[in-house]
């Protein structure tokens, strides 16, 4: 079966962006005793989610979560910033040693996929999908073309890419995130370098979810944690009707 080359080419330069998005933090993680590593990651229900950068510490504990995503075509927004809602919150439920979750994207994501991945609680760093074409433009790869004329020049493009050295490809990848490897570094580092002990001085929301025998989901926010606090002794209380302390 023919292969097609726009595609082929489209999953190469995903994973040299997903490896160099490693490379640009391995040393930052690993000089602090941790370690990164692609993991599969499973959930409090027994879903199983490929996350393609994980941080654990010297016990083997998820520490951060990181997913280098590449999409050439807005029209894959929504899958795939929506997997990576569900995934990564899903997956905080049930690894409470997990203190943030990053998502490093490359190509073409809208505003509105940026802004529902946030409100996720995913930190976002991006590199266009315009930066991705000029770096491999000056390998002789040429990665823009229209949707509807892909094939002729993914062709050539691609024959271009698998005659590329290991080296070229490695310098590819590090050109690509150049842009953002200091600031992501420096929001691990952060991370990575702050007491796990002084969490509870930092609180700037807590979020309080209550879920009832009858499927009944309610989801409250509080700036203070005494406020939240309050509100939960409300459970135990007489009183017939709490709603309103959880409105």
């Known amino acids: 079966m023919p292969r097609n080359s726009a595609s082929a080419l489209g999953e190469a330069v995903g994973k040299l962006f997903e490896e160099a998005v490693r490379e640009a933090l391995r040393s930052t993680v690993e000089s602090r005793g941790y370690n990164i590593r692609p993991q599969k990651l499973r959930n409090g229900t027994g879903n199983d989610y490929q996350i393609d950068a994980v941080i654990f510490d010297s016990d083997d504990r998820p520490v951060i979560m990181i997913d280098p995503k590449y999409i050439r075509y807005t029209k894959h927004n929504r899958d795939k910033g929506s997997w990576l809602c569900v995934a990564h919150y899903n997956l905080r439920k049930s ?18 996929s940026q802004a529902l991945m946030e409100s996720f609680g995913v930190e976002l760093f991006h590199v266009t ?13 040429e990665f823009d073309w229209p949707e509807n004329a892909a094939e002729p020049t993914a062709s050539t493009s691609l024959d271009i890419y698998e005659e590329l050295s290991n080296d070229q490809r490695f310098e590819i990848g590090s050109e690509m995130v150049s842009g953002i490897a200091d600031g992501l570094q420096q929001e691990v580092a952060q991370v990575l370098d702050t007491d796990v002990n002084t969490i509870g001085s930092r609180v700037s929301e807590v979020e309080v ?11 409250s926010s509080y700036s203070q944690v005494t406020d939240a606090l309050a509100a939960m002794t409300q459970l135990v209380s007489d009183r017939p009707d709490i709603r309103d302390s959880f409105s």
């Open 95 to 112: 690894h409470p040693t997990i203190r943030k979750s990053i998502a490093v994207l490359a190509g073409r994501w809208s505003a509105p």
């Open 129 to 141: 999908f315009e930066r991705v074409a000029s770096v491999l433009r000056r390998y002789g790869v």
């Open 209 to 219: 979810l209550l879920k009832t025998n009858q499927g009944e989901m309610i989801l």
